[in-house]
C-alpha cells in the first residue's frame, strides 16, 4: 500500500509558476517501481490527464494542454514526484491529484493509488 499526499497549490495569477509535490508514504521502498501520474479536476468536469513518468524516469507523456508549459519529474530519493507549472492560464484551475500505476498510463482507472488532491487556483 502506498500513501500520497500533494501540496504546493495555491493562488496564482495567470502567467505565473507553481510547483506541485507529492510524497508518498507508505511501502516507499517500491515508490522507484511505480509509475506516476497527474491528474486534474475542474469544477463539473471530469478528471482528465495530465502527466506522467515512468519508473525509470524515461517516458514522460503530457496533455495537449500543458505540453510546454508543465513538466513532471521525479526523485526517488525522497519519494516524491514532483510537476512544474508555468505560464499558468484560468483554465489550469482545478483541483490536483497524483496517483501511481504500475506504468505510465493516461487514463484514470489504471491508477490504483491516489492522493487527495490540491487545489491551484489561477486568477484572470
Known amino acids: 500500500q502506498v500513501q500520497l499526499v500533494e501540496s504546493g497549490g495555491g493562488l496564482v495569477q495567470a502567467g505565473g509558476s507553481l510547483r506541485l509535490s507529492c510524497a508518498a508514504s507508505?511501502?516507499?521502498?517500491?515508490?522507484?517501481?511505480?509509475?506516476l501520474g497527474w491528474f486534474r479536476q475542474a469544477p463539473g468536469k471530469e478528471r482528465e490527464f495530465v502527466a506522467a513518468?515512468?519508473?525509470?524516469?524515461?517516458?514522460?507523456p503530457y496533455a495537449d494542454s500543458v505540453k510546454g508549459r508543465f513538466t513532471i519529474s521525479r526523485d526517488n530519493a525522497k519519494s516524491t514526484v514532483y510537476l512544474q507549472m508555468n505560464s499558468l492560464k484560468s483554465e489550469d484551475t482545478a483541483i490536483y491529484f497524483c496517483a501511481a500505476a504500475s506504468h505510465p498510463f493516461t487514463t484514470a482507472q489504471h491508477y490504483s493509488y491516489w492522493g487527495q488532491g490540491t487545489q491551484v487556483t489561477v486568477s484572470s
Open positions: 513518468i515512468s519508473a525509470n524516469d524515461d517516458y514522460t
Open positions: 507508505g511501502r516507499t521502498r517500491t515508490f522507484s517501481s511505480y509509475a
